[in-house]
């Protein structure tokens, strides 16, 4: 009998596990756009720039700027039946599909919630949902594979704001980034395979296009260039014939200061000048298509290609609510959630 009440408190004990991505508007009129870029570019970690200078340029001229733009690009690439970004979609799908898997295995005491840390859902809402079904303890997992300061520290800084305002605080683990786990390279394999076996042409280059950082900011000692070049060789490695195909850039740069190179605009369009014409572009430092994958890759890095000179563009799409993508996040919770489960 007191194996049989030790097992049922053990039982009872009910754990939280918080999916995270970055963020999204919640439409693409002006305001709407605005209001989370203001909320994403006043993050100390995303810009450096000292505040007295900063917070001009961003609402004298950023903020007046910039939400017409983006939300063009936003428009081109969402999700119309949902009235929401392909992010939130495919966030939403992420989380769902793991709970069911988690459900089939009679975990029922496991509860799993996602958040945006920009936006909405925001991540103090889902901590506050977890709380209610009594969580006594939390697993955040980050959805970036390669840590920066810029992301995966943000999540943190976030849930440890919300949990100093708290007077009960879960125990409390956030899950290490996932750049050079074989399940990750595995599925980015299975995935890139797979849709290479199905496009109508064979690819010269396959361009591997990671999100990149001000070059400061990985001289100051952010581990992301070398979590993604650590990555790269993996993935190489493990594609084996072919692999030869391969080159690493960094896209998305914001301002004037130098950030990580080799720049994958500026790659694609030297490559179709230099007459290649097939390209395959894919990005594995996104762990769901957004507006970086979709409209960047998808539509400006395509008209830059095809200007130049080349013919067959494509693009991968990332690891998302697909089987790869879901054994991926469900053996990283599994792995993170080991002794308390």
């Not at 089939?104 to 945006?116: E, I, S, T, Y």
């Amino acid at each position: 009998m007191a194996n049989d009440g030790a097992d049922t408190a053990k039982a009872a004990k009910k754990l939280g596990v918080l999916l995270v991505n970055l963020g999204t508007p919640e439409a693409t009129d002006y305001w709407s756009v605005r209001r989370y870029l203001k909320e994403f570019l006043s993050d100390r970690r995303v810009v450096e720039t000292p505040r007295l200078i900063w917070w001009p340029i961003l609402n004298l001229v950023i903020l007046t700027v910039r939400p017409t733009r983006s939300g063009k690009a936003y428009r081109a690439i969402w999700n119309m039946a949902a009235n929401e970004s392909p992010l939130k979609t495919i966030t939403r799908a992420q989380a769902d599909t793991l709970a069911a898997r988690i459900a089939a295995k009679d975990q029922a005491h496991v509860h799993v919630d996602w958040a945006m840390r920009y936006g909405e859902p925001s991540i103090a809402k889902a901590m506050a949902q977890l709380a209610a079904k009594g969580c006594e303890r939390l697993l955040v997992v980050p959805l970036y594979p390669q840590y920066s300061a810029a992301t995966t520290a943000t999540v943190g800084d976030a849930v440890f704001a919300i949990l100093a305002r708290q007077r009960f605080q879960p125990a409390l683990r956030i899950a290490a980034p996932y750049y050079d786990e074989p399940a990750y390279i595995q599925a980015l394999v299975a995935s890139l395979e797979k849709f290479l076996a199905r496009l109508a042409f064979t690819p010269d280059v396959i361009l591997v296009s990671f999100h990149g950082i001000p070059r400061a900011y990985a001289e100051k000692g952010d581990p992301y260039p070398r979590h993604c070049e650590a990555s790269f060789r993996l993935l190489k490695a493990a594609l084996g014939h072919g692999s030869d195909k391969l080159r690493m850039t960094y896209q998305s740069r914001f301002g004037p200061t130098e950030w990580l190179q080799p720049y994958t605009d500026e790659t694609v369009k030297a490559l179709a000048r230099d007459g290649v014409k097939n390209l395959v572009v894919v990005t594995p430092g996104f762990a769901a298509d957004c507006i970086e994958t979709l409209e960047e890759i998808g539509i400006e890095n395509r008209d830059l290609f095809l200007e130049h000179g080349g013919k067959n563009f494509a693009v991968v799409p990332c690891l998302n609510d697909g089987p790869e993508g879901i054994q991926l996040i469900e053996d990283i919770v599994a792995r993170e959630l080991a002794g308390w489960l």
